[in-house]
């Protein structure tokens, strides 16, 4: 199959829904290969990580996008992601970002971990309170994340159940191609999103609070850090990019860890999480591509890419790059030195990625120690989805409760994952 006709494959419903075999049939040309005149395809980890980090790359900017999308200023979900940190180059991109990284240090994430747990007991005392089977992503995946996000922005709980289907309406415009009917729901799902947060911006300016809306709104205020569209923008993609990915990892990371044989000692030793996190990002990236444009020319794996060639960067192929990780289709949560691309690199590495990381170090070993009969419990369902790939259900039993007991430290000689 050449590589024109494997994209092709991977863009149907049936290679969204399962890309892996299809990334194989790519990598078999090359870790970079060429699929149209400037456009390329990238599947080696080496490359990847190499072109994400590279300042001859660079997310598509409003020259780029009027060339290859013309009439894209009339489409709100288009204007919103273009406006926010995620879709712009430096030094936008560094002006943005750094306004935002407050809510994100090492120190402020280290201080949520009481606050996720709890939220997380909470969700399991309710998924232990129902009758049958559950769907575990609206019982736990989808609440956890965007409760701590919620919280972060300070938007009001009760209005929390309104995301879930804004962002999956918003979300459609990530993917690398969409029809009219998918943007007009995307551009739906982004007006309501705008509507929303411009009457949060509202109040946030009647009555300033201890988040990060109002940091972001007094940066606006004070001058001409942050424009107008800026700040609904980065507010808009600050709170999808908070649930979306996490909901994502926690529903895949829950199938992956189901069917190992070993996962549960991360019930009994919750310090072996990191490690397994790490290993069920690179074993099945929540976020599974992304694109650049490169500016001058440049050259990769063997091919001579040109100023102003489309690259899209497969995270998945590459976190399952044979070169990389030998047996790369085995979820092994012992494997040594796992550092997944999930997150992206260089200048757009996600600046929640340690907030996503800490939900899920929290939540997998809370969930397989309270819930030991835990299973699925009929067919998950997955979304038609490349770009963001997670589940639109996932029915699990609970089982019975799990005596309290008091969790272990590590014993001498034990072996664990690689923090």
């Known amino acids: 199959m050449d590589p024109a006709d494997a994209l092709a494959l991977l863009m149907s419903p049936e290679g969204r829904?399962?890309?892996?075999?299809?990334?194989?049939?790519?990598?078999?040309?090359?870790?970079?290969?060429?699929?149209?005149?400037?456009?390329?395809?990238?599947?080696?980890?080496?490359?990847?990580?190499?072109?994400?980090?590279?300042?001859?790359?660079?997310?598509?900017?409003?020259?780029?996008?009027?060339?290859?999308?013309?009439?894209?200023?009339?489409?709100?979900?288009?204007?919103?992601?273009?406006?926010?940190?995620?879709?712009?180059?430096?030094?936008?991109?560094?002006?943005?970002?750094?306004?935002?990284?407050?809510a994100f240090t090492p120190r402020r994430i280290a201080a949520m971990r009481d606050v996720v747990q709890a939220q997380a007991d909470e969700l399991i005392d309710a998924m232990l309170a129902a009758e049958g089977p559950v769907d575990f992503m609206a019982a736990f995946a989808y609440p956890l994340p965007v409760g701590v996000i919620c919280a972060l922005l300070g938007v009001p709980a009760a209005d929390r159940p309104l995301f879930r289907r804004w962002a999956t309406d918003l979300t459609g415009v990530l993917e690398p191609e969409i029809t009219e009917e998918e943007l007009a729901v995307a551009d739906r799902g982004?007006?309501?999103?705008?509507?929303?947060?411009?009457?949060?911006?509202?109040?946030?300016?009647?009555?300033?609070?201890?988040?990060?809306?109002t940091a972001l709104v007094q940066a606006h205020d004070g001058?001409?850090?942050?424009?107008?569209?800026?700040?609904?923008?980065?507010?808009?993609?600050?709170?999808?990019?908070?649930?979306?990915?996490?909901?994502?990892?926690?529903?895949?990371?829950?199938?992956?860890?189901?069917?190992?044989?070993?996962?549960?000692?991360?019930?009994?030793?919750p310090e072996f999480a990191p490690g397994y996190v790490d290993e069920l990002l690179r074993y099945d990236s929540p976020v599974q591509l992304t694109s650049r444009m490169s500016t001058t020319p440049a050259r990769y794996g063997d091919v001579d890419l040109p100023p102003e060639s489309w690259v899209i960067v497969m995270l998945g192929a590459a976190n399952r790059d044979p070169r990389r990780y030998p047996d790369p289709g085995r979820f092994d949560p012992w494997r040594p030195q796992v550092h997944p691309l999930s997150f992206g690199a260089g200048p757009h590495y996600c600046?929640?990625?340690?907030?996503?990381?800490?939900?899920?170090?929290?939540?997998?070993?809370?969930?397989?120690?309270?819930?030991?009969?835990?299973?699925v419990a009929g067919r998950p369902e997955?979304?038609?989805?490349?770009?963001?790939?997670?589940?639109?259900?996932?029915?699990?039993?609970v089982g019975r409760e799990?005596?309290?007991?008091?969790?272990?430290?590590?014993?001498p000689g034990a072996a664990g994952p690689t923090p």
């Open 17 to 102: 829904v399962d890309p892996y075999p299809t990334y194989e049939r790519l990598r078999a040309h090359g870790p970079v290969v060429q699929a149209g005149p400037v456009f390329f395809v990238v599947t080696g980890y080496a490359e990847a990580d190499a072109i994400l980090r590279d300042a001859r790359f660079g997310v598509m900017d409003d020259a780029l996008r009027d060339q290859f999308l013309p009439g894209w200023r009339e489409s709100p979900a288009i204007l919103s992601i273009s406006r926010s940190m995620l879709r712009t180059n430096p030094p936008d991109h560094s002006r943005m970002r750094r306004l935002a990284a407050g």
């Open 382 to 397: 997955r979304r038609v989805r490349l770009t963001l790939r997670g589940h639109a259900t996932l029915p699990v039993r």
């Open 402 to 411: 799990a005596s309290p007991v008091t969790v272990p430290g590590t014993p």
């Open 190 to 213: 982004a007006s309501e999103l705008r509507a929303y947060f411009t009457e949060l911006v509202a109040a946030r300016r009647r009555a300033p609070a201890d988040d990060l809306t």
């Open 223 to 269: 001058g001409d850090r942050l424009s107008g569209d800026e700040l609904l923008a980065n507010l808009i993609v600050l709170l999808v990019a908070g649930f979306e990915t996490t909901t994502n990892l926690l529903g895949n990371g829950l199938v992956a860890l189901l069917e190992h044989p070993r996962a549960a000692a991360l019930a009994e030793h």
């Open 351 to 375: 600046l929640g990625a340690a907030l996503a990381r800490l939900e899920a170090q929290v939540a997998f070993p809370l969930l397989l120690r309270r819930l030991p009969g835990l299973a």
